[in-house]
Every structure is written in C-alpha cells, then in structure tokens.
C-alpha cells in the first residue's frame, strides 16, 4: 500500500516475475498476457532459471493465484495453453441514478465488528445512505453517496479492481475517503469517519465499506429502491428547473452561465469561475431547521431561515418543503438550500439570496 515491496528471498526464478506484479502503480503491472507468459518461462526453465516439471508445474499454479490476487485483473481463467488469459466482466454501472439505492451497497451486518451498527436510510441527501457505528462512548458513521463524476480525480492512490478504479485518499481530520469511479460517469464516495472518541479505525471502516460496495456491483446492476419516491418529495424536482434564467441574471455575473446539473438532478449550480459569484440549489433531510441553520424567517409562506457567510459575501437560506416519517422512524423535514455567493460585499447579504430563493420556492410542488 505504502509503494515499497521487500524482494522475496525464497523465490528463486519467480523472484522478478512477482516484483513486476507487485508493483503499486497499477499500469506498471504486467498485463494477463504478459504475466502468462513470464510465468510460463519461469515454468519451462527460460526465465532465468531451471525447474524441475513438476515443480515448474506447482509454481505456474501457485502464481496464477498470485496474479488473481495482485495484478486486480478481474476474473482469469488459464485454458490449456497457458499463453492465453482472458479478463471478463461487464464494467459497473448504477443503471438510472434516480432509482438506485445506495443502502443496497451498504450492510450493516458488515460493521458490527466494529460494535452496534444502525443502517440511517434517509440521512442528508437522497443521493446517500449511513450506518451509524456505536462502541461503547465511541462513535463513527460508515457513508455512501452517489455523485456525478467530476472532470477532477480526487485526491488519492488509483487501483483497478473488477472494471472500475478505486482511489483511496488520505486520512484526514478522522475521516478516510474511498471513491469508486464508474464508466458510466458517476462515482460512488465511501467514507469512514469518526464522531466521537477514537475508535474505531475509520480507514478500515471505508475499507470494509469499499469491498463491500465493489463485490456488489461486480455482481451486477444496483438493486433499484425498494419504493418509489412521493409525489410531492423534492426527489421528483430538477433542481436546475427551479430557477429560470432571469432569476439568474439577478445576479451580477451570471447573466450569461448555463447551469451544471449534479447526480440525478438532485443539486444543481450556475458558476462563474472568473469571478467566484454563484449560485448552488440543493436538496437535503433533516429533523426541522436546526439553530445552525440560521435566522428563522418566512420565503414564499413557508418555513425557513438564512444564515449570512461569515465574511459578509454570501448567504445560505435553507427552506422547508414538506414533513414526512420514514416507516418506524422519526418525523423527517425535506430541505431546499439555495447558497448565493458574490465577491462584492453587501450591506446585506442575504437580500439578493432570498430574492432568488423566493423563485425557487414558488416553483417547487404543491403541498398536500
């Protein structure tokens, strides 16, 4: 993991085929091929050395299970002639994002090695699902999220395993971070992380994760949600569609930016980059509007409340869009949060935001 393989000291003429499997970076790694036919070398005593048949035999064997372990090459299979090896396996793809469930890449029963494991459906955003880890006054959280791949890579070491790549970034601030990138554009986030106390480990707890979610979908397509969304949930609403391009405008700088739409149409946002003014609209679940939410005010007759960035430059308001109880659950508030950002300080800056949340507002569903 560390990038530093120890030779082998008891390898004999396999000694150069392994540290070529061995390597950390994957496209440095021999391909099926190229390893069948070190091996067979190895095997027929023109590799550097001389075996015996049937131990050339042996070793053929023993580093092809070497090979299926290490070169991450998906499913090998070695016919007759050995210089043939062929990786199958259809690529991972979540299928329509708006009905894949994350929870069907999560198990509980995964984390109890860790202590009491609580599967949370409809924590944050629709996009996710976490289960709460508890050890005694310890506390972690293991968490899945869908996400529209970003042109970016994210931070961290590259593998290939089972038709995707996985990078694992650095722990950090007690969070690990794992992000499964798929050929169908979106990626799948995994983290680790801890809450309270020090334990347990939150990078083995991404792992666990990690594995979990890539023997899942090497198995096939993402089992899709067990129910359909509400009528009235904001799951059902395109959050660019709630704000039109006027409203837009309202907004120095922004008056020429097309929207970027994120996962499943869950959050969408107009940047201009040349500037740093934007404008974010997201979704989110919570229990009511929390006192870090913000001052309690009232946009287009509903529930909310603003809270000014601490620089004086932007606003979030945070607005509440209906009330629903998940099945033996607590009572559970869906949230719309328009962020507006504007280099350009304001006397007051939650004036404009609100003006743009008010449109976005009006536009949502109608409640029952």
Not at 2 to 8: A, H, N, R, T
Not at 222 to 227: G, K, L
Not at 241 to 247: E, M, N
Not at 330 to 357: H, M, N, Q, Y
């Amino acid at each position: 993991m560390k990038g530093v393989v120890d030779p082998p000291r008891r390898a004999g003429p396999l000694g150069a085929v392994l540290m070529r499997m061995l390597e950390s970076r994957p496209r440095e790694r021999p391909t099926a091929a190229e390893a069948a036919r070190q091996l067979t070398e190895v095997a027929h005593g023109t590799g550097g050395g001389r075996v015996g048949r049937r131990r050339g035999l042996w070793i053929v064997v023993a580093a092809v299970a070497a090979l299926v372990v290490v070169a991450a090459v998906g499913l090998v299979v070695w016919p007759q002639q050995a210089a043939s090896v062929v990786a199958s396996g259809p690529a991972p793809t979540l299928g329509d994002p708006a009905t894949a469930d994350p929870c069907a890449l999560l198990d509980p029963e995964l984390f109890k090695q860790f202590g009491k494991a609580i599967l949370e459906t409809d924590g944050g955003g629709f996009e996710r699902c976490d289960v709460y880890i508890e050890s005694g006054p310890d506390r972690a959280v293991a968490r899945l999220q869908f996400a529209a791949a970003s042109a970016v890579p994210p931070p961290g070491v590259p593998e290939e395993r089972d038709g995707l790549v996985i990078v694992r970034g650095d722990p950090a601030n007690g969070e690990c971070v794992r992000t499964l990138r798929l050929t169908d554009g979106n990626d799948v986030r995994v983290s680790g992380q801890l809450l309270l106390g020090p334990a347990p480990d939150p990078c083995a707890v991404a792992d666990v994760a990690t594995d979990a979610a890539v023997a899942t979908l090497a198995r096939g397509p993402v089992a899709r949600r067990p129910a359909p969304f509400d009528a009235q949930s904001l799951a059902t609403v395109d959050a660019c569609g709630l704000l039109d391009r006027a409203t837009v405008a309202k907004v120095p700088g922004l008056e020429t930016v097309d929207p970027d739409p994120g996962f499943a149409g869950w959050y969408c946002d107009w940047e201009n980059v040349a500037t740093g003014v934007s404008i974010v609209v997201s979704y989110d679940r919570d229990s009511g509007l929390t006192p870090e939410a913000g001052r309690r005010v009232r946009i287009a007759g509903r529930d909310a409340a603003a809270r000014p960035d601490q620089d004086g430059l932007g606003c979030d308001l945070t607005i509440v869009h209906r009330s629903y109880t998940p099945p033996g659950e607590s009572p559970l508030d869906e949230l719309l949060i328009v962020k507006v950002d504007d280099p350009v300080r304001a006397p007051d800056p939650c004036a404009l935001g609100t003006e743009v949340a008010t449109v976005a507002a009006e536009n949502l569903p109608s409640r029952p």
